[in-house]
């Protein structure tokens, strides 16, 4: 989906069409914590990307304004009203195809094989997304490949609202050319490193062994040699198993306070319990706390049960979170008393 939750905001709301709009964190004068989760085109133009811290974001929409453009508009993320529609896209494409994977809220992989035809597969992509822009009035951009790597990387190339198809005979001739840091995997660091040995484009880095890249990247260098010639045989996994419930914040203003951090373990610890006993799992085996400090050093700590934790029995469950970040507020845990930026709770090995 192209910018999805910035779409779904400006479909919801027709005031916003044609703004530059931005859904994260509340950005809170430039002081807020957090990050952009989306953020559409018209935002984009200003240097606004996802994942960016929202301060950054919130002063290059104050430089953006300072030089007559249009005021970015920052929306918090509404998940609800994003699954809806998720969920209305994912019934429009089963109208087409049985075996489809949703890969996240807006990304959707699905098996076209059936057709025997890049044609025939170009002819159903067309028709889901007109039924996409018809029905929920937002667009997406569509890779056709032989296999779910280059379908993804094709769908990014003629974003917004595009459609590319890469057969099998031009696989290689399509990745050549690409940036490096196309390859799903290779982030900013890992492209630092092959940047030291001149590789900035897919074919630089093809001229390089497995051996060669082993010893660069370990075991990862053997699955970016398989990524580079277009090899994938991931196959399309039509439901995946929930592995864990969870919920984390990012505090204002990194703290010690007992009483703050406390409160927030409290809201979060309830949060996960309410949305796991709605849930269609009966037990959880283990409870995991998450720590972030100022620092943005991270540490987890967890307690197991063996014979699990059903919905009839979370009585107790809270005071085992409350002994599982007391340690990070004293010496135990933390023995230089650093100030915590994050915390979050999780329940895991859900049955």
Not at 212 to 225: A, C, H, P, T, V
């Amino acid at each position: 989906m192209d910018a999805f939750f910035a779409s779904v905001e400006e479909v919801t709301t027709p005031g916003f069409k044609g703004k530059p709009i931005v859904v994260g964190t509340e950005p809170n004068g430039g002081k807020g914590r957090g990050v952009v989760s989306t953020a559409n085109y018209k935002a984009r133009e200003y240097g606004i990307h996802s994942a960016m811290p929202i301060s950054i974001a919130w002063r290059l929409s104050e430089e953006a304004k300072k030089q007559g453009k249009e005021e970015v508009i920052f929306l918090p993320v509404d998940f609800e009203l994003y699954d809806k529609v998720s969920e209305n896209v994912l019934q429009i494409i089963r109208r087409y195809v049985n075996n489809v994977e949703q890969a996240s809220i807006d990304e959707f992989y699905f098996d076209l094989s059936f057709t025997n035809s890049f044609k025939k597969a170009e002819d159903i992509c067309k028709k889901i997304k007109e039924d996409i822009k018809k029905k929920e009035k937002i667009t997406c951009s569509v890779g056709i490949a032989p296999n779910k790597l280059i379908a993804k990387i094709a769908a990014g190339i003629k974003k917004p609202n595009g459609m590319y198809l890469v057969q099998e005979k031009n696989v290689r001739d399509f990745l050549n050319p690409l940036s490096i840091r196309e390859i799903p995997g290779v982030g900013p660091k890992t492209a630092e490193i092959f940047y030291q040995i001149n590789a900035r484009i897919i074919s630089d880095l093809i001229k390089f062994s497995k051996e060669e890249l082993i010893k660069m990247m370990g075991k990862r260098g053997e699955d970016i040699y398989d990524k580079i010639r277009g090899i994938d045989d991931d196959p399309i996994i039509e439901y995946r198993e929930v592995k864990s419930i969870g919920k984390q914040i990012t505090f204002d203003k990194d703290t010690s306070d007992a009483s703050v951090i406390l409160d927030m373990i409290k809201k979060l610890s309830d949060s996960v319990l309410s949305i796991f006993a709605e849930s269609n799992f009966n037990t959880f085996k283990t409870i995991t706390i998450t720590v972030r400090f100022s620092n943005f050093e991270i540490k987890n700590s967890s307690k197991s049960f063996k014979s699990g934790i059903s919905k009839n029995n979370l009585k107790n469950v809270e005071l085992e979170i409350f002994r599982l970040i007391l340690p990070f507020l004293d010496k135990r845990s933390n023995p230089r008393r650093k100030t915590i930026r994050l915390i979050g709770v999780r329940v895991e090995k859900l049955s």
